[in-house]
């Protein structure tokens, strides 16, 4: 089974994410990475769960992860990024930042090179820099205001961290009622796609994928 076979035959799935998830099985994707998705989800997803992790534990893990398995994307990041910027954006947008965000980004500004090597290899998206979302946010703004956008397709309240290239990201939802929660904003669906309950559940398991990938290789070569 893969991917695209495991999202359409998911009938616990909303259909507007399942939609998302399906068209992003059809974007560029490393055929490793698709190969590992496809086991993790048959194997792993059900019993996956981010309880008791914390955010700032996991970017421990995933920073020993780049150390050991991929030190040279680890060095495309830009610096991190002080809290002075953060309040200068939270100041100019009128928006306040997740802690979460706030330690990502002070772990790592974001990827030098965008859309070169994927953050996420899963979802070949790259971590956006602080300038890189608020001049996404300014765009997607300006549309919406022009009446260039269909209505409920973007919201000014959500925040874009990750980008694939092709004008689709995952964004953290700063509105009010349902702050921090993680969404997929694909450019061709539009409208508000929830991933998943906050950004420690997006991080929990992209690194339990990202582990479970050096489970898989390490198996692989041992068949070898």
């Not at 992860?65 to 100041?91: G, I, K, S, T």
């Amino acid at each position: 089974m893969n991917c695209f076979q495991y999202y359409w035959n998911d009938t616990n799935l909303d259909e507007k994410l399942k939609d998302a998830l399906l068209s992003r099985c059809f974007r560029l994707k490393q055929p490793y990475a698709e190969k590992v998705e496809a086991r993790w989800l048959v194997e792993r997803k059900d019993t996956f769960s981010y309880k008791n992790k914390k955010f700032s534990d996991l970017l421990c893990d995933l920073n020993n992860w780049l150390v050991d398995v991929r030190p040279d994307l680890l060095a495309e990041f830009n610096e991190p990024v002080e809290q002075a910027e953060f309040d200068q954006f939270e100041q100019e947008t009128g928006l306040i930042l997740p802690k979460e965000y706030k330690l990502l980004l002070a772990w790592r500004g974001g990827q030098l090179h965008h859309f070169e090597d994927g953050f996420d290899p899963f979802s070949e998206e790259t971590l956006m820099s602080l300038q890189a979302t608020k001049d996404n946010r300014e765009c997607m703004n300006g549309l919406m205001e022009k009446g260039s956008l269909p209505e409920g397709h973007w919201d000014p309240y959500w925040l874009p961290f990750t980008a694939d290239g092709f004008g689709n990201h995952t964004c953290v939802d700063l509105t009010p009622a349902t702050y921090g929660e993680v969404l997929i904003f694909d450019h061709e669906i539009g409208g508000r796609i929830r991933l998943c309950e906050n950004m420690t559940a997006w991080l929990a398991e992209l690194m339990d994928k990202l582990n479970f990938m050096v489970e898989y290789f390490m198996e692989s070569e041992s068949a070898d």
